[in-house]
């Protein structure tokens, strides 16, 4: 599917059918031009509510405001609302809100979503008819808008919406088609694709990096582990960035093995690593003017007889011990030696990482919102503007000086989990703390995604499924805090 902005009125452009929006339910707009006929078939307008009036190829669909929110879900539903009707090519006009550059990202980020299925195991697929897409340069309230730019807002939105999508397919592919190894392979081929330096690590590699976190995780599956170093080094970057993306392709808990009904989607585990690939892959194709590393510790959680155990000491890269006592608690032991590996390798400005890592912080927040930890207020704060510009949720969770003595071990440096059933996603989050040295303290942003990342029904443009949680909201704040340092740098040059 192709999405162009063109300057011209909606009426000079031809194709099979037009999407008009009905915004807060106001029928009485001049584009709205078949009331009574929409009355009649009982449209009222409602977020996301659509009606199609084949004789006239019109497709009305509810927006409850301007708001890049509401545009993007509108749309979503009148592309998904129109991959019924059979219409190879659409038309729209503009609908612009405060932010002009958001909404025009919003309208074309939300038809990619309404065009997306996973259905790669489907013996019958989902049909994408629309495959051409036009805009015309004409807001529904008059509004005055550069058409060029217009279209590098467009251009900028599918970049990333099909970054997002990439990171759906990943993370829903089954456990048995997306192991350790197949997950390597697909950053290589990013690599290749998109220009990108690659490294991959097997367990001889973990062994010479003294991953001993890691690779007992690994060690009673049959698919061995992968440690993926990826880099984007485009020349004169404005910062350093590294992500880090726990990459479980199964975790079944271990010995410490999780309840049938609590397994069943832990395919997802790895939602982390694939938000990271996604983010590499946006960032190379915008081609952002910052150096940005991913890094990805692909492994499943097995049982077996030499599987790692409650009781067994580990010694991560850094050197300190960690007592094991909940081998469910295992994506913080792969990130404890991947956050070592990112600070020593790469000595970024930034260190980001982004995990699948607690149930807890479902609990604590909810299906749809990530959680985000971290000691630096500034950057917590810049984080989640961006994230809600972007369209993602989040919510802070604060540490503190009790939870984290809640980790002492009385035989190792720290243990896997906390002595408290309270606190979960604080504590593991403080956990990955003993392994960020202090200079990194403040450059280190945790986002534990476990919420937003798999959620079993459709929510809002969201199927059923992988989401693609944490690449929109990391494009954006890559965007915003590059414009930030322009600006910064134009006030001092005055
Ligand atoms: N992968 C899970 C966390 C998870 C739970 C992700 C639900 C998505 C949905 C993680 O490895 C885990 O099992 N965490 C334990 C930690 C506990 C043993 C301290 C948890 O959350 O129960
Ligand atoms: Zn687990
Ligand atoms: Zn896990």
Redesign the pocket.
Known sequence: MQIEIVNKKRHEIDADAEIVCVIEKNLDHPWVEEKELLQLAGFEGGQDETCFLPEKRRLYVGSDSLHHDDIRSAYAAALRALRKTGAKSVKTGLYLGKCSAQNVKAMAEGMVFGDYDYDAYKSEKAKHPVTRVTIACEDFNGKEIDCGKAAGYVQNAVTVARAVNYTRNIVNTPPDDMTPEILALKAVALAEENGLECIVLDEKGLEAENMGAFLAVSRASDHPPRLVHLSYKPENPRFKVALVGKG?TY?S?GL?L?PSD?MV??K??KAGACAVLGILKAVSELGLPIEVHGIIGATE?MIGGNAYKPDDVLKAKNGKTIEVR?T????RLVLADCLCYAQEKVAPDYLLDFA?????C?VALGEYTTGLMGHDRALKHSFSKAATNAGELTGTLPFNRYLKKLLKSDIADVCN??SSRYG?AI??ALFLDHFIEKEYKHKWLHLDI??P??VEKPWGYNPAGASGAGVRMTVKWFEQTIKQLNREEKHASH
Do not use: Q, R
Not at 328 to 331: F, I, L, N, T, W
């Open positions: 479980l975790d808990g410490s999780k609590y989607t832990m997802s585990d959680n909940n469910d608690a295992e994506g699948t890592l607690t149930g807890a479902v989990i906390s979960g504590t593991a476990a919420g990342a798999y």
